[in-house]
């Protein structure tokens, strides 16, 4: 299924106290990442939560901040993840998203973290600038959909 296929995000309905996030964006592409943010923050207010932003320098600076924050002393109950990597001339790009990504999940998995992963990794700005609208399919709108359902998950598990 395409992204044009694919459903409207919708906020999920949370149990329990409302939801406490952080947005950790790299904001390098900033109106693409304003964008992403902006659905973001309508997701999770639509639901309820709270939250808060957190610029870092790059995609590659979004790992190491979200494992930071889960060994901080605000106790966070999801992240949410924000960034774009566009492909250039060089290999740079598959670097970047490679390691981005799977240090992304590395830290969700060693850690037991309920993260929505909106690093967008596309060809051209373009693309990105379609997948940050708010008009559409904004994937900072599904990144928070997707933490918000880790935490529904994790608290129906009983996992603190």
């Known amino acids: 299924m395409s992204t044009a296929d ?3 995000p919708t906020a999920p309905h949370i149990d329990g106290p409302p939801p406490y996030l952080l947005i950790v964006r790299a904001p390098y592409y900033t109106e693409i990442v304003d964008g992403l943010r902006d659905g973001a923050a309508r997701m999770l207010r639509e639901a309820g ?4 932003v ?3 320098a790059g995609a590659l600076e979004l790992a190491g901040t979200v494992r930071l924050a889960a060994h ?5 109950d999801g992240y ?3 960034g774009c990597v566009v492909r250039g001339q060089t290999d740079h790009y598959e670097y970047v998203c490679r390691e ?3 240090g992304l999940t590395q830290v969700v998995l060693q850690f037991g973290l309920c993260l929505g992963n909106g690093l967008l990794t596309v060809d051209q700005v373009e693309q990105a600038v379609a997948r940050s609208a708010l008009d559409g399919h904004n994937k900072g709108a599904e990144a928070a959909v997707a933490a918000l359902l880790q935490i529904r998950a994790a608290r129906w ?4």
């Open 72 to 76: 901080g002393t605000r106790l966070f």
């Open 80 to 82: 949410v993840v924000l």
């Open 157 to 160: 598990l009983g996992v603190e």
């Open 54 to 56: 957190l610029d870092v």
């Open 100 to 102: 981005a990504m799977a």
């Open 6 to 8: 694919a459903p409207l």
């Open 49 to 52: 939560a709270r939250f808060e």
